[in-house]
């Protein structure tokens, strides 16, 4: 096996580790935060929760002490950036969701691949061939056909949604330009962003599930099962922080979107199949089409990489010096 052919399986396995844990975690914050199961609906605390959990988490890919680790630094004030938009984009995704109804936060959702198309195009100078945007249209319908049902919103809350969209958008775009611009690996950027995600959610989330669920966090009656299942939401949020990092640097932000909505289609799935979701034909064709999309969109960014591989200069290797001749030694005089 190849290089590049461990490069394709190590990011495939990645990739489906991270959507098998982006649908475990849904499933297990419906039990813990529906009105059916315990009822913890403070979305905004949860979140500083998971990563406190992601910042232990990436503790154990660092280096032991002693070791030289001089490479992958953040700059203090690019971190600060992260972390602010980073807090945004939770922020604002929860309001919006309060403020419009479901169908309208799916399409904001779906309105986030367009707009890392742009930051990469406008931003970071990256292009895209009109059959690469072609298959993400492609996507974008079959997902929008399948989830969005009714779309109701007002200014305040498509205001709140359109942030949303570009915070969200631009976090993700800079997290694959921050681990190539400062040569980090994922664990190293985490640990560079995590601990202050977590402090400023923590210190913010009560307040702001104060206004988004009536109460504080610490009025929650808590169980012995109700923390098992918020002990697994932090692990499970851990591991997907983790896989999201590594995917988006080894692949794209746009690649990880699209190809994630595979995640859509399995809780849809695992919906229908557990919880007895209704099933509509409008439901199947969407998803048939974002199966399609994705398929689609792999097999054409695949052969656009290996005809840019092999249209690529190959540098000769520089012939080899010969030594240089030795002037003769002149001869001795008597």
Partial sequence: MGAEDRKLVVNMFVLLANCITSISIIMVNKQLMGKEGYGFNYATT????????????SLLFSKPEGKDDTSGKLPLVEAIGFVVIADVSIVSMNISLMLNSVGFYQICKLLVIPTICCIDYFALGKKFTSTVL???????AGV???TVTDVQFNEVGAAVAILGVV????QQALIGHLQHKH???PHQLIGSTAPAQAVSMLVLGPFIDRVLAGSYPWTFQATVPSMVFLLGSCVLAALVNLTQYFCIGRLSAVSFQVLGHTKTVGVLFFGWFFFNHETTLRN???????VVGMVAYGIVTQREKAAAAAAAPV????????????????APQV
């Fill in 46 to 57: 949860l979140c500083g929760v998971h990563f406190v959990m992601t910042s232990l988490s």
């Fill in 134 to 140: 072609a298959t993400i249209g492609i996507v974008l």
């Fill in 144 to 146: 929008g056909v399948a």
């Fill in 167 to 170: 915070s969200t958008a631009s």
């Fill in 183 to 185: 040569n980090m690996e």
């Fill in 284 to 290: 199947l064709l969407g998803l048939s089409l974002a």
């Fill in 315 to 330: 540098t000769p290797p520089s012939p080899k010096k010969a030594p240089p001749e030795k002037e003769p030694e002149p």
